[in-house]
């Protein structure tokens, strides 16, 4: 026995240079082995369809209402070179939930000619950024009353002020080119007041009430507007026609004359553009 183990000891460094041979396949375990003797396997975990392996999970579609939820900007241009940009987030498609904020962005002059030209162009003082925060919803009318009823709350942290704001409406078709919608507003607007030592802050409400008609025009793009505005600080109706045109890729214009608690006419003329992404 020995003369033999000195031989298999011998062969084993030349077998080095050469390649080795593949690897015997281990022996199967004995059925009677104690190492495996009552050991259960679930062989049930094996029985896989094959034909489903070659298929790749079908990815979930996004449901309509997701595809919807996406957030979106727009923006235009103001007359006195600030900039207006407002963001939109939809929350439920139930009744039209949505929150948002609009900002006005004011340009930083870079010299102080420039400064001076912008203190000038609106009325001494320079434009200040600003911005508010609100959530609207809106829900459907009452029967044959009304077609839309919308509620919007906004908050300005930098005016302190909030308003809380209804409205009901109801559109009239009366031709293939022209319809009519009538409009009732209620508003609830609160001031905040910067307290003063030794006086006791208060803050100051208003209420407003709104008329209006509009007249849409669909061949040319054209809307007129008449309506009127009474206030609690005022005591009496004021009065206000306007127009407005849509250009061309958001491009509109737009101009109003209206009275003012004073009794001066106030007249306004103005154009946007509106992009959304």
Known sequence: MAPVLQARAQTVPAAEDQEAPAA???AMPDADDADINGLELDWSQLNVDASTLATRPVSKSRSPQAAGSDMSWSSKNNANGSAGV???Q???????????ADM??????????????????NGG????????????ITAPGVG??????????RVDPGQESSKLGTSLSKSLPLSDQYSLTLQNGYNVTQQGILPVPGIVARAARSYETEQSARLNIADTGTS???GQTLSSTDDKWLRKIGAEQKLFDGVSISGSIGETPLGATSKSLTAGYKHSW
């Open 224 to 226: 007129l507007v008449a």
């Open 144 to 153: 044959s009353i009304w077609d839309k009823t919308a509620v919007e709350a």
């Open 104 to 121: 006005t962005v004011a340009p930083q002059p870079s010299t102080m000619s420039e400064l001076l030209a912008e203190k000038v162009a």
């Open 24 to 26: 015997e396949p281990a």
């Open 90 to 100: 939809p929350l439920s498609p139930f009744w039209d939930t949505r929150i948002g």
């Open 125 to 136: 003082n320079a434009p200040q950024s600003s911005g508010t925060a609100w959530a609207a």
């Open 86 to 88: 407002s963001v939109k």
